[in-house]
Structure formats: structure tokens, C-alpha cells
């Protein structure tokens, strides 16, 4: 008997981690560097994707700036890392706080966490950091900066080189395959009304692969993805129930084709020195 329990309760835990496993995240619709990294970040997924030659290495969720402190859209570089930083806190929101605190020593009360990396121009504040707030994160709250869970902000900052580009895109659905070669869509809320979403060149692209294929699409549930922008991430070509199979692929979707996703050429960026 407590051979057969053993059995059960290793059978029970074995299900119990598979049906915990992650779905993969979507992918934008974005042309990384074919050689070296890449920093993508998409407000409205919510998502900061690094790439290491073309190739997608790690997807974090991230906080990105309010609807009033927007994060710059746009082509940006990284820029100097500083571990354990004190946070000078800007005029702004000094008035913001009126508390009359000016600066915060490295520690647990710290908003940057472990680690400030700097993002684009200084005179834009921009940086990737950490948090004391961990369930900030995913959202939209920031002053502007991009928050990561702090264990999360680490490995970032000690993965990517300074002077490696760093683009904010705001895509709000992305067109994935999966191994199963099953076409899956999201959509995503528009936090900035930016209303850039081409509907019509997505569901342009998504017949088109459908055709080249030779698979069928379940268009109200395109139509119902589109309506409901929940973030999750839809079958289009499966009965539901059927699970997402990673790795995922990015259709060019922007563009109204049924083309994968391909980095583009560009010269490596000139190495910047950790301050």
C-alpha cells in the first residue's frame, strides 16, 4: 500500500508541475539586430524581450511609465549599469512625494533595487531597474523607467552589454506560430491611445498564412480576440482546449504577409564602459 501511495502522489506532483509550466510569451512583430543584443520593450504586452543575434534569448514582464509619464517610444541605447544605486530622486517627483527626501541610500526602501541600467539619452531619466514593489510588476505605473522583479533586473543587467540598442515599440497583438504550426493571436489594451492597431493588415496576414498553409481560421474568434484585448493568447487554427507548443515564431503581420519575422543586418554597436 505504501508503495501504491508513493506511486500516486509522484504521479500527482508530476501532473501537477506540467500543468504548471508557462505558456510562452507572444512575440512582436519586431526586427531585432542579426548580430549582437537587442533590447526589445513593448508597452502595451508589458514585455521586455532580449535577443542575442536575431535569436529571442528571454521574455520579462515589465512596469512601463503611466498614461502622464509615458516611456519614450523609439530608438534608445543602453547605457552605464549601477548596482546597488542611491536614487536621486528627481524635482518632479520630489513635489510628487512633498515629503522633502532628496535622495535614497541603497536597500530594501530603495524603488531602483539591486540595479539602475540606463536607457537612451540622460537627460531623457531613462532606465531598466529593479523594485521594492515586486507585484507592480507587470503594469502600466512607472514615472517613465521600465521596472523589473529585482532578480529579474539582475540577470538583465548582468547579461546585456552597455551600448547594445534598446527599441520601445508599441504593438498591441501579436501573430504567433507555434511547433504545432497552429497560428495564434493576442491583443493587447491601449494604455497611451495610441489606436495604432491595422486590423486590416492583420487579418490580411493571418488569411494569407492560413492559404499558404492550408488551414482554417475561426474568424469570430478573431473577431472576439480583437474585441475583448485581454492579453491572453488564442488559437486560431486548433478546437480550444489545445495547448500553446513553444518555441514561438512571429509573423510579419504588420505588413500584411504570411512571412515569419526575419532580424535585420546592421554593424555590432561600439562597446560602452560600466560606470
Known sequence: MKKIGFGLLALTCSTAILASTPAPTPIPDFKPVAEGQHVVINIPQQRLFLYNNGKLVKAYPVAVGKAMTQTNLGEHKIGPKAFNPTWHIPKSIQKERSDGVKTI???????????????????????????????????????GCVRMKSPDALEFAKTITSGSPASVI???????????????????????KQKNLDSDALRKSIAAWAKAHGKTVNTKRVDAVLKNRSGM???????????????????????????????????????????
Open 170 to 192: 508599441y504593438q498591441m497583438a501579436t501573430l504567433n506560430v507555434d511547433a504545432n504550426n497552429n497560428l495564434w493571436l493576442a491583443a493587447f489594451r491601449d494604455p497611451y
Open 233 to 275: 493568447i488564442n488559437c486560431l487554427t486548433c478546437a480550444k482546449g489545445v495547448k500553446i507548443k513553444g518555441p514561438l515564431k512571429s509573423v510579419a503581420w504588420n505588413s500584411g504577409s504570411a512571412e515569419y519575422t526575419k532580424p535585420k543586418p546592421v554593424p555590432k554597436p561600439a562597446p560602452v564602459e560600466d560606470q
Open 105 to 143: 541610500p541603497p536597500g530594501p526602501k530603495n524603488p531602483l533595487g539591486p540595479v539602475f541600467v540606463r536607457m537612451g539619452d540622460p537627460k531623457l531619466g531613462l532606465g531598466i531597474h529593479g523594485t521594492n514593489a515586486p507585484s507592480s510588476v507587470p503594469g502600466v505605473r512607472s514615472h
